[in-house]
């Protein structure tokens, strides 16, 4: 593996990785679905409750104030992490799903109108699919799919021609969760950018495995969770350009959000306030910091070096496996193997696989529309992360084999 | 298929599942079924459609199950098929609420004698997960039937 990637000390971080399940050692291989936490974010968690806990932006006692300090510390350390322009365009959220939400439900009912057109593409979660069906059926706008090839990309020539000046908005996966690609973002951007439209991208999959720059994308708002990325559950971000942000109306209301309230009258806070209403997931934003700081602390050009070579290494051992058929062969890819085993069913793979302490997932992966484009009801998917080791993927192998022996 | 005894995990692929998954009984369409109906599990996508006919004398003489989804859905039901087969009508919901009992993952004893099927479908119970696989043909025929009765 990659000089100097020092993965065991790394896995001495994570102490959920030393467990023994069904009598076997833990092979975590279910990253995508979310991450493992390690010992410092645990610990910001605890620290917080034991040393600081208290509420923020409210009081002027000492230890609200430095609630509020580490609270907005961990924003600027989100910033800085996706070179965002201004903390204020980060808004706390409880995840992907809700940042996706938040933008559906204010920037689009305040901005689609019937006949509008929004574009979201064949590879998405449920949680970029199902908030914009709602919305076109409240507004009559029209919701187009970008097609997916047969390697499991965007067809980027039928982006082009479903583009138009009705599209409004573009949302689209950075990684698929289901398939592993990674999507030329920069490029759908500018594309929907030059004809006025509006882009999220979702984040949920890259933010914890690439560099991500928004300001290099272009986007106009990047979604992603904090479980996924090393943190606390609960917790997730949503960037707006703030010129966008600022013309948006809030999403939700209540304390937090307002400068002042008469009953005749409400005025809306500053950028971020306004969309965060109500006391946040405090120690989970600190935690979320926590987490950043461990990640840059290793790096992620090192994550992702590394998350590369395992995948190559676990393509080249898949693709040994006669039956074995991997779905998302994209050059341009994650550290995602999803696959199918001849007529064995993924529930089955899945069962006994975790008999052997390996833990993947199987199912649609909330991303049944990718399931239908290849005609199969389900994938088993190991996906992986920086504490994974070769070793493991030959476990994985070795788990394959055994479903192979009882199903032959 | 080589002996699970062999295997070291605790095998809910025993040769009883793996046969019925393999050679599933009662797939043939009836021809004019009085009860037709189709359930699915949204979460998994498994699939599960039943056909039967009544005799004159109220008691199955025709069932069909057919099961799209993992093996253990599959083998539940077939065995299901079988097990059903000549029963009366009406005793389907309660055999349906024995079963479900049995299946119950609170109550791991194994101590009520039951056939080899039902005691093949019990020993998942171990992965409770997977009971819902067990469980989907059997829901769908009491729902069936439930409402060919009422
Ligand atoms: C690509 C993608 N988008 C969105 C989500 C939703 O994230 P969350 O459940 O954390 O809101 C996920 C989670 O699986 C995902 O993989």
Redo the contacts with the bound molecule.
């Keep these: 593996m990659t000089d100097g990637f020092k993965v065991n000390s790394i896995r001495k971080d994570f102490p959920i990785l030393s467990q023994t399940v069904n009598g076997k050692p833990l092979v975590y291989l279910d990253n ?2 979310t991450s493992q936490k390690p010992q410092c974010v645990i610990d910001s968690l605890s620290n917080y409750y034991q040393t600081v806990n208290s509420n923020v932006h409210r009081g002027v006692h000492t230890l609200s104030q430095l609630a509020t300090d580490d609270y907005e510390a961990a924003r600027s350390k989100i910033r800085s992490f996706i070179n965002a322009g201004s903390d204020q365009e980060i808004i706390y959220t ?5 940042s ?1 939400n938040l933008v559906a439900y204010s920037f689009g009912v305040q901005n689609i109108r019937s006949g509008d057109e929004i574009i979201i593409s064949g590879m ?2 449920h ?2 699919i199902v908030p914009w069906q709602l919305l076109c059926e409240q507004t009559g706008a029209v919701l187009r799919i970008i097609p997916i090839t047969d390697s499991g990309e965007l067809d980027i020539n039928q982006y082009g021609a479903l583009l138009s000046d009705k599209t409004k908005l573009v949302s689209v ?1 950075h ?3 289901a398939l592993g690609t990674i999507n030329s973002v920069k490029e759908i951007t500018a594309m929907a950018h030059s004809l006025g439209a509006v882009v999220l991208v ?1 984040g ?2 890259s933010a914890p495995h690439m560099k991500v720059d928004v300001q290099d994308i272009g986007c106009d708002f990047f979604a992603f ?1 904090g ?2 990325l090393y943190g606390p559950t609960g917790i ?1 971000v949503l960037y707006g350009k703030s010129e966008v942000l600022d013309n948006m109306v809030p999403y939700q209301s209540g304390g937090e959000m307002i400068k002042s309230v008469t009953f005749d009258k409400t005025i809306f806070n500053v950028l971020p306030h306004k969309f965060e209403a109500g006391t946040p997931d405090i120690a989970g934003a600190i935690g979320l910091g926590a987490a950043i700081d461990y990640v840059n602390d290793i790096g992620l050009d090192a994550i992702n070096s590394y998350e590369s070579e395992l995948l190559a290494y676990g393509t080249a051992k898949l693709e040994q496996i006669a039956s074995l058929r991997i779905i998302g062969t994209s050059s341009h890819k994650g550290a995602v193997l999803s696959f199918t085993l001849g007529d064995i069913h993924p529930h089955d793979i899945g069962t006994i696989l975790d008999s052997e302490g390996i833990a993947i997932r199987t199912g649609h992966h ?1 991303a049944q529309p990718v399931m239908e484009r290849y005609g199969i009801p389900a994938t088993a998917r190991a996906s992986m992360s920086f504490y994974n080791t070769k070793e493991e993927i030959d476990t994985l192998v070795t788990g394959i084999d055994r479903v192979l022996e009882v199903f032959s | 298929m080589s002996s699970n005894s062999e295997l070291q995990f605790d095998g809910i692929y025993d040769d009883l599942i793996m046969d019925h998954y393999r050679n599933p009984r009662n797939r043939n369409p009836i021809s004019k079924p009085h009860i037709e109906h189709s359930d699915w599990n949204p979460f998994c996508g498994d699939e599960v459609s039943v056909t039967i006919g009544i005799n004159k004398y109220d008691r199955i003489s025709g069932i069909c199950v057919v099961a799209e989804g993992c093996s253990i859905l599959q083998a539940s039901a077939s065995i299901m098929s079988v097990l059903l087969s000549d029963q009366k009508i009406a005793d389907v919901l309660a055999f349906f609420e024995d079963f479900k009992y049995m299946m119950d993952t609170s109550c791991l004893s194994s101590s009520t004698e039951v056939s080899p099927e039902i005691a093949a479908l019990r020993t998942i119970r171990k992965y409770p997960v997977r009971v819902k696989c067990v469980m989907l043909p059997w829901v769908t025929i009491r729902d069936a039937v439930k409402s060919y009765l009422s």
Excluded: P
């Excluded at chain 1, 409880?94 to 809700?98: C, D, I």
């Design positions: 995508a679905a409880r995840g992907t799903t809700e996706i998405e979660h949680s970029n996966v990684q698929s969760n979702d949920a999959q969770s479980h996924k997730g909330c």
